[in-house]
C-alpha cells in the first residue's frame, strides 16, 4: 500500500510539472506571437495641421563708444504660420495664415516698423479629374498698423493704415494639385476688392481707389502658385507667387505679390528665418525725396531673424 502510493505521488508531481512545461511553452508563444494590424481597419488623416511662431529680439546700447553709434537700439520681430490643409474623398480645402510684425528703435531715428503684415488664404476644391479640382479661392491680405516713408531722417509721408490697403479677393476656377506640397490656382473671372480705410489716404485716390472713395471694385484673371518643401532634416522652405489683372484698368499692368521664407532649425529651440517678399502694384505710387509722389516701382522687402522658434 505504501508502495501504491508512493507511485502515485511520483505520477502526480510528473503530470504537474509536464502541465506547468506546456503553460511556460505556451506563455512564451503568446509573447513572441507578431499581431498584424488589418489595414480596413485604419482610420485616414483628413486634416494636416501645424505651424512655426518665430520671436527675435536684439538690443544695444554704447557709451562713449569710439566707433559710433547711436546711443541706443532695440529691434524686434514676430512671425506666425498656420496651416491647416483637409483632404478626404473627392474633397480638398486648403487654408494658411501668415501674421507678421517687426519693429525698429533707435535714438536717432525713433520707431520705425520692419515688418508688417495680414495674410489669410483659403482655397476649397472638388476633384474632377485626378490631381485636378474645380473650386473657389478666398484671400484677404492687410496690416495691422500705420506705415510711413522718410524722405528725410526729419519728416515722414504717411503711406499706409489698417485695411488701407486691404485687399480682398474671391476667385472661382480650376486647382492642380498633384499633392500636399505644390499647388497651381487659375482664374479667368477674379472679383477684388480694394479698401482703404483711411480719409487722408482716400482723398487722394491712394491705391487706385477713386478720391474721396474708400472701396473700388476690379474684375479680372488671377493665379496662384503655392509651394512648401522639406529641405532636409532642420529646413523648410514655403514660396507663393500671386498675379492679377484687371481687365477695366491697364491689363498689361500685372499685379504681382510673390512671398518666400526659408526656417531652419539652429537647436529645439532656435531658428533662422530668411523671408524675400516681392509686390509690385501699378496703382502704388513712390515717394520722392521732396516728400511728393513717385510712379510705382517693385517693392521689395528682405527680413533675416535668428530668435525662439516653435514649430507644431
Not at 490643409?85 to 519693429?103: C, E, I, P, Q, V
Not at 509721408?157 to 490656382?185: M, Q
Amino acid at each position: 500500500m505504501k508502495k501504491i502510493c508512493i507511485s502515485a505521488c511520483m505520477l502526480f508531481s510528473i503530470l504537474m510539472l509536464k502541465a506547468q512545461d506546456k503553460t511556460v511553452q505556451d506563455l512564451k508563444k503568446g509573447a513572441e506571437r507578431e499581431f498584424k494590424k488589418d489595414p480596413n481597419d485604419t482610420i485616414p488623416k483628413v486634416w494636416k495641421k501645424g505651424g512655426l511662431f518665430n520671436f527675435t529680439l536684439n538690443q544695444a546700447a554704447l557709451s562713449n563708444w569710439s566707433a559710433g553709434g547711436d546711443k541706443s537700439s532695440l529691434s524686434l520681430s514676430t512671425f506666425l504660420n498656420l496651416y491647416a490643409f483637409y483632404k478626404k474623398d473627392k474633397n480638398s480645402w486648403d487654408n494658411t495664415l501668415d501674421l507678421a510684425y517687426g519693429l525698429v528703435s533707435t535714438t536717432s531715428l525713433g520707431n520705425r516698423k520692419s515688418d508688417d503684415r495680414i495674410d489669410l488664404l483659403s482655397k476649397y476644391g472638388y476633384e474632377v479629374a485626378k490631381s485636378w479640382y474645380v473650386g473657389v479661392l478666398f484671400n484677404v491680405r492687410s496690416q495691422f498698423a500705420k506705415g510711413y516713408a522718410y524722405p528725410d531722417s526729419k519728416s515722414r509721408v504717411l503711406t499706409s493704415d489698417f485695411f488701407a490697403p486691404a485687399y480682398i479677393l474671391l476667385s472661382p476656377g480650376i486647382n492642380y494639385k498633384p499633392n500636399d506640397n505644390f499647388s497651381v490656382f487659375v482664374s479667368p473671372a477674379t472679383a477684388r476688392w480694394v479698401i482703404v480705410n483711411n480719409d487722408s489716404l482716400a482723398s487722394v485716390g491712394a491705391f487706385g481707389v477713386d478720391s474721396g472713395k474708400h472701396v473700388k471694385l476690379e474684375i479680372g484673371a488671377y493665379a496662384s502658385i503655392s509651394y512648401m518643401k522639406k529641405i532636409g532634416a532642420n529646413s523648410s522652405y514655403t514660396g507663393r507667387l500671386d498675379l492679377f489683372s484687371n481687365y477695366g484698368h491697364d491689363p498689361q499692368d500685372i499685379d504681382i505679390y510673390w512671398t518666400n521664407l526659408l526656417a531652419v532649425k539652429v537647436t529645439k529651440a532656435i531658428a533662422m528665418t530668411f523671408s524675400v517678399n516681392i509686390v509690385y502694384d501699378n496703382d502704388i505710387k513712390t515717394i520722392k525725396a521732396d516728400g511728393t509722389s513717385g510712379g510705382p516701382a517693385a517693392q521689395i522687402q528682405e527680413v533675416l531673424g535668428i530668435g525662439l522658434a516653435f514649430k507644431f
